[in-house]
């Protein structure tokens, strides 16, 4: 499962959640973290997870997805003669190659998913996930990352490239056994480009959209009717109780507002729309996580 | 300093950098805004902007040049902008970078061979970096033709401030790969000098990345490889331009500890590339009014009843929780940064999407130099 979106919108949580729901129904899991934001070992209170893969709680693992690392791991894994191997990453030739390719970095970090998916893995005794889950960079302009593999086997044609980004790119768009989250927030400007960033990732790319989560919605506390009593008191008190009420306002009126975005947002999408709570709390780490846990599907 | 208007004093040049999602197009277009009701002449040149917003000023979709946004939306919103103008440009990175190539190209046979070429296609829209760099080509050639008292520059939505430093020379490092040519294409004299050592690597490199693309690679070196200088020079220019004294960043984040912490790694770079920064921006804060005294909750309750009182306490310790945060984050802030020049704007009620709520924002920007504005 892909988790995608717009930057700050809580991929990253809704990953680890859902990583946390699947964990807790037995499913062996892992989350896959890339661009070294190590944000599940900060939920998890460990120094880092890095490119190995780490329990946090049984069934459920992580690791950090170094595209130096990933690439590394696949010329190892691709070239059988070692003294080959040496030649190649004494290269400069390949160091340079490797570092100013456009897209290879996404193309080894997705290679790496999917080989994390693989049901007989390729890496030495390592033990196959009945789910992997992908905390995937967030989309800048509309759905380059997920579309490295198709542009690759495009610009390779043949080869093992070539043969390789098809690969990937048959493993990103086999409905059966891929799917793809979005996030998104209740905020107009992230409500548009979630139905645009459906509507590419299911045209252009050929993924299956299967779930939308709407994140950090606000709970509605206080009905019209409370509105219009606020509304009266807010002129009567003075101080802290007039700032009190104030607040519950705008609140009220977020909360309000959020809603008729999560409508327009169902009314724009095909995915299901499932809502995430905001969750009052300073930082959210694994304890707050479970919150989350407990209302995702 | 608490004033986008003392930030900007004497700059021609500002460019707002910070992590996707945190308002940096609202942020860009308040300021540019701000400023021409100031009376300046000011362009903004933003990527990605709300629909909403962009019609709302008149923006036609990817213009690639700058149109001017009508005075008279000043107006109606209550502003006398004086000889001020506001022109905002929405970036077409593809047409821009088709641009730099033919005016770099050598004569036309060179630019139609890197127009056409297959790699080009793929990557001058696709390629991470191409948007970053095409903004500052673009910035640059605005800022030549010297039409303006003051440029905004609102940053590609990349995953991180940093990319839009480090993404430019990156794509730089592609095209100029000179050195690969020579082993790319193992003909002639290079191959003779490169010798058996290159044709073993050539060979290897066959194996993994497969032939047709190392063909198409090479025809692609080869295309670019006369123009490489002027995107050199270009480049070596347009640094200069930022680190000039009158240039600014400032970097626009959220008060969540994650964007705080890749503000003050931004403002790092900046000082290892020695270009200026000017201060930052935060964006969505969550203010607390005062807090509650003992009797508070009873006030509320006797003025609004019982069950209705308990809510509204809940609600505003909730919100208190937020703001405590929000206050420590930026606190730690502005000790990482080493700067007082922190401009706070508060959690809005509603999405901007017209002038008015852009010069709603400048109120938070511009605090104590906020203008009046007369609304009706």
Redesign the interface.
């Known amino acids: 499962m892909v988790v995608t979106g717009k930057g700050g919108v809580g991929k990253s949580t809704v990953a680890l959640a859902l990583g946390m729901k699947a964990a807790e129904r037995g499913r062996r899991t892992i989350v896959c973290e890339v661009a070294s934001q190590e944000r599940i070992s900060h939920a998890f209170h460990r120094a880092s997870v890095g490119f190995k893969e780490t329990e946090l709680q049984p069934n459920l693992y992580a690791i950090s997805i170094d595209p130096d690392e990933a690439m590394r791991e696949y010329v190892l894994l691709s070239l059988k003669v070692k003294a080959m191997r040496d030649l190649l990453f004494r290269s400069k030739l390949f160091t340079y190659l490797a570092a100013a390719t456009p897209g290879l970095r996404e193309l080894v970090t997705i290679g790496k998913v999917w080989e994390l998916a693989l049901d007989q893995r390729k890496v030495k005794s390592a033990k196959s996930y009945d789910l992997v889950i992908l905390d995937a960079p967030a989309t800048g302009h509309g759905v380059g990352f997920l579309q490295t593999p198709k542009t690759f086997a495009n610009v390779a044609r043949v080869g093992p490239i070539a043969t390789q980004a098809e690969t990937l790119n048959k493993f990103l768009t086999n409905h059966r056994k891929t799917g793809v989250a979005i996030v998104a927030l209740p905020e107009e400007m992230p409500v548009n480009e979630t139905a645009s960033l459906e509507r590419d990732l299911t045209r252009t790319v050929n993924v299956a959209v299967d779930q939308i989560f709407l994140n950090g919605l606000y709970p509605q506390r206080f009905t019209a009717g409370d509105d219009d009593a606020l509304g009266k008191a807010l002129d009567k008190l003075t101080g802290p109780p007039q700032d009190a009420v104030a607040a519950a306002l705008a609140v009220s009126r977020r909360a309000r507002a959020q809603r008729e975005q999560l409508a327009r947002l169902e009314s724009i999408t095909r995915a299901p729309v499932t809502t995430l709570p905001f969750l009052f709390k300073p930082e959210l780490e694994a304890e707050e996580l479970r919150e989350l846990v407990a209302v995702v599907p | 300093m608490t004033s986008v208007a003392d930030l900007v004093r004497d700059k021609r040049i500002l460019i707002c950098a910070g ?4 308002g940096k197009t609202t942020t860009s277009a308040a300021i540019a805004a701000g400023m021409a009701a100031r009376g300046l002449k000011v362009a903004v040149l933003t990527i ?1 902007p ?3 917003l962009a019609d709302s000023l008149g923006l036609p979709e990817l213009g690639n040049v700058e149109r001017q946004v009508d005075p008279m939306l000043f107006t109606k919103a209550g502003v006398d902008p004086g000889g001020g103008e506001l022109w905002a440009m929405m970036l077409d990175s593809k047409a821009t970078f088709d641009d730099v190539v033919a005016k770099n190209a050598p004569d036309e046979e060179t630019r139609d061979a890197v127009l056409s070429n ?2 080009y296609k ?2 001058s829209s ?4 191409s ?1 970053e760099y095409m903004a500052m080509e673009k910035l640059y050639e605005i800022w030549s033709e010297d039409r303006y008292d003051l440029l905004v520059l609102d940053t ?5 401030a940093l990319d839009f430093l480090e993404a430019p020379n ?1 794509l730089l ?2 095209i100029e ?1 000179r ?2 040519q020579v ?1 790319l294409a193992p003909t002639g004299f290079a191959a003779k000098v490169a010798g058996r050592g290159t044709s ?2 050539f060979s ?10 190392l063909q ?1 690679l090479s025809e692609f070196f080869g295309a670019f490889s006369g123009m490489v200088g002027g995107f050199r020079e270009r480049a070596t220019k347009v640094n200069e331009l930022l680190a000039d004294e009158h240039s600014t960043f400032v970097v626009v984040c ?1 008060p969540q ?3 705080i912490a890749e503000a003050s790694y931004f403002r790092d770079k900046l000082a290892e590339q020695k270009l200026p920064f000017g201060g930052a921006i935060v964006n969505k804060v969550h203010r ?6 003992d009797d ?1 909750g009873d ?2 309750r006797k ?3 019982e069950e ?1 009182g308990d ?6 310790e ?2 208190h ?2 703001a ?2 929000d206050r420590q984050n930026i606190e730690r802030l502005a000790t990482e940064l080493g700067t007082d020049v922190i401009i706070e704007v508060p959690y809005l ?3 901007v ?1 017209d002038l008015v709520g852009l010069m709603e924002v400048n109120r938070h920007l511009f605090g104590p130099d906020a203008l009046r504005v007369k609304t009706e």
């Open positions: 992590p996707g999602g945190v990605d709300a629909k909403r297959r790699i793929e990557l696709a390629l991470a970096g948007q590609p939505p990349s995953r991180n990156r490092q592609f790969g050195s690969l082993f073993v690597m290897i490199l066959r194996r993994i990345t497969g032939v047709d693309l198409d959220g500890s994650e964007t607390a009014g005062r807090e509650l005294p508070g006030t509320l003025a609004l009843g209705l809510r509204v306490v809940a609600n505003y909730d919100y929780l937020l405590e945060r009620d509603d999405d999407h």
